[in-house]
């Protein structure tokens, strides 16, 4: 893998030694759109077409990433007491996250930025975690210190993915990330709409709970791919409950559920997007703003 030799401008932090392909940002406005969901399939996606995928979980004060993967009880452990082992998942699929070196599950993270710096440094370069092809990035909402840290440290950054929700209301929060990530100097790769409506269990019908079509406008918007659209379906909430990926199928879950089929769609519409290096937005330049 090629390596940038230059040296950082002052005030720009030294991008961070590991051997990775594509680093792929998954971003959102606000919480409460199923980011981390979203994330943890794409991880999952990425693993199932074969590439070697990496998925680091840098929401630090509420790490769900294990949960929603079923192996929250795991702990990263170090064999060379030099690098720590990430958490395997599949033979191409592994996952750092503050939650393996917790003491319990409720344990608080109360950090002020420069020891969230330290500590993404650290998962970026001292984790054994060979040699990725895709590094898939949970960050936290909005727009903090965990977003920009990583925008710094992270070499070989495809782009940013942003997750909304269909209503209105939530393009004011897709331009605040958009213009987060081109002000960083990072190309927008899609934005994703989540609980894009949901079939009635009764009559089958479409549902718009959270009204309709404000991720695809807001792409229209900013000239970024829409990558598609998720509905919402308690197959999803269940699958995260007992700690798969969604898009490994489960009771309720066939080939036939429009969820699924749409959520597979997605994944597959962004790995061929990476894949033949066309994201939308602007290119990837030398980083504007520090830490």
Known sequence: MAEDTAA?????????????????????????????????????????????????????HGPD???ILGIEEHRMVSYDKKQMEPVAVTDTLSVVSMAFLLPETSSPVIWRG???????RQFLEDVHWGELDYLVVDLPPGTGDEALTIAQLAP?????????????????????????VQT???PVIGIIENMSGMACPHCGK????????????????????????????????KAADEGRPFLIRGPGIDADNPTWKQFDAVMENLVRVIETGAPGGRQKEELMHSV
């Open 156 to 180: 070989n950054i495809a782009g940013a993915v942003i997750v909304t929700t269909p209503q209105d209301v939530a393009i004011l929060d897709i331009s605040k990330a958009v213009k987060f």
């Open 184 to 186: 960083i100097g990072l």
């Open 206 to 237: 479409d549902i718009d709970l959270f009204g309709s079509g404000g991720g695809e406008r807001a792409a229209q918007n900013f000239f970024v791919p829409f990558l598609g659209a998720i509905p919402l379906d308690p197959a999803m909430r």
């Open 8 to 60: 950082p401008r002052r005030g720009v932090l030294e991008r961070a030694r590991i051997s990775v392909r594509h680093v792929v940002l998954i971003l959102s406005g606000k919480g409460g759109v199923g980011k981390t969901t979203v994330a943890a399939n794409l991880a999952f996606a990425f693993s199932r077409h074969g590439f070697n995928t990496g998925l680091l979980d840098l929401d630090i």
């Open 65 to 67: 990433i294990p949960r």
């Open 114 to 120: 420069p020891m969230k710096t330290g500590v993404i």
